[in-house]
């Protein structure tokens, strides 16, 4: 079995992984690389050097290797969680965990953090990743309480869980962004977008590799 | 052993078979998204920049 979920989030995250890689070469990187350029201008104007490691085409390879590596994850992820609840893996029941999973990892954490373009105002890294990893696991663990277990006390908890992160959000930074809020706004949105439709995707096609293999187990 | 018990036998173990996996896959799985999303190493960062930002993982 252990081979199965492996083979089944390798080729579901490479597929899902592709798929999000072109989609964002015309959504949210057009936006990053605009928003490098307000940027460069302002560290150019402060005399400090700013040039990104990765240009052209590495950058376009590196971004879609870092993606597809996000994809097999968000897929293997999602088949650790469908046998642990001991539900069937098929594509429509893991699509809708993969939109559950992107209501806590997506929803519930952009409602602290907004999804940020470069040079815009930021509090300290670590911070904001302990209560992104935070929210998302509390946010998942509480959707699965509130849509899962029937008992009355099991859905308060549910609830509380999925509110009590937000009273624990960072402090949002001094705004004093380089980058126009027109830019960040479309941003925000297509960063929502992409990351609703990495999950969707990670999640339909784990489902359906893990039945188009378990067909060919069954027929061998 | 009756056939009752040689059931639940093979059912504890694949109930067990699928634990594994489970954790198998929730190493993995996790141990990617921290790699692509939250690693420190500057090579690492620069890499994954974009797709940080565009997956809205915290970024500098």
Not at chain 1, 88 to 100: E, K, S, T
Not at chain 1, 120 to 128: D, F, G, K, N, S
Not at chain 2, 38 to 47: I, K, L, M, R, T
Request: hydrophobic share 55%; glycine share 8%.
């Amino acid at each position: 079995m252990i081979a199965r979920v492996l083979t089944t989030g390798l080729i579901a995250g490479l597929v899902a992984g592709l798929a999000v890689a072109a989609l964002q070469h015309f959504t949210t990187t057009p936006l990053i690389l605009a928003a490098e350029v307000y940027e460069a201008a302002q560290h150019a104007h402060d005399g400090a050097d700013a040039g990104a490691a990765f240009s052209g085409l590495s950058r376009t390879a590196a971004t879609s290797l870092a993606t597809i590596a996000v994809s097999i994850g968000y897929a293997l992820i999602l088949l650790a969680a469908m046998l642990l609840s001991g539900d069937a893996i098929a594509p429509r029941r893991a699509a809708l965990w993969g939109a559950c999973a992107f209501a806590a990892t997506g929803l519930a954490t952009s409602l602290g953090l907004a999804p940020q373009l470069p040079g815009m105002a930021e509090t300290e890294l670590a911070a904001r990743q302990i209560w992104w990893l935070a929210t998302a696991l509390s946010t998942g663990a509480g959707l699965f309480a509130l849509l899962r277990l029937d008992s009355t006390a099991a859905k308060i908890v549910g609830v509380a869980l999925i509110a009590l992160p937000h009273f624990f959000a960072p402090q949002p930074a001094t705004p004093e962004s380089t980058a126009p809020a027109e830019l960040a706004a479309r941003f925000a949105a297509a960063s929502l977008a992409v990351q609703a439709i990495s999950w969707a995707l990670a999640g339909a096609l784990a489902g359906l590799v893990w039945r188009l293999l378990s067909r060919e187990k069954e027929a061998s | 052993m009756n056939a009752k018990s040689v059931n639940s036998t093979a059912l504890a173990a694949s109930r067990l078979e699928a634990l594994k996996a489970t954790a198998v896959a929730l190493t993995l799985g996790f141990g990617l998204v921290w790699l692509a999303g939250f690693a420190y190493p500057e090579s690492v960062h620069d890499a994954a920049h974009d797709t940080r930002h565009a997956l809205s993982f915290p970024c500098h």
